[in-house]
Nanobody, 124 residues
């Protein structure tokens, strides 16, 4: 099982930017497709962005298209989420998730491994 560790969260003003990182370690991280999910207080965990294991395919939630970019560095076994033009409604705990597959899935039920999450707060 792969282990995932997120970092990069914090407090930012609306319109600002943050970059989240997710470092994968353990069993064969390169075989994993990785995704970012977020969960706001009192709400369900929802898909934000995903990238397949060779980085050739990405998917985004409609709410973040054009503002967020997911990428991965195979040499570092790390996936990034660049978040620009942040809005207060982006405030949530952001989780990295992984599945040993070639495809990108948007449903959280498909993911086998999860990180502990990193808090993002966007002030208005």
């Amino acid at each position: 099982q792969v282990r995932l560790l997120e970092s990069g969260g914090g407090l930012v003003q609306a319109g600002g930017s943050l970059r989240l990182s997710c470092a994968a370690s353990g069993r064969t991280p390169p075989r994993y497709s990785l995704g970012w999910f977020r969960q706001a207080p009192g709400e369900e965990r929802v898909f934000v962005a995903g990238i397949n294991r060779d980085g050739s395919s990405t998917k985004y939630a409609d709410s973040v298209k054009g503002r967020f970019t997911i990428s991965r560095d195979a040499a570092k076994n790390t996936v990034y989420l660049q978040m620009n033009s942040l809005k207060p409604e982006d405030t949530a705990v952001y989780y990295c998730a992984g599945r040993e597959t070639a495809a990108v899935f948007t449903g959280k039920e498909y993911y086998q491994a999860w990180g502990q999450g990193t808090q993002v707060i966007v002030s208005s």
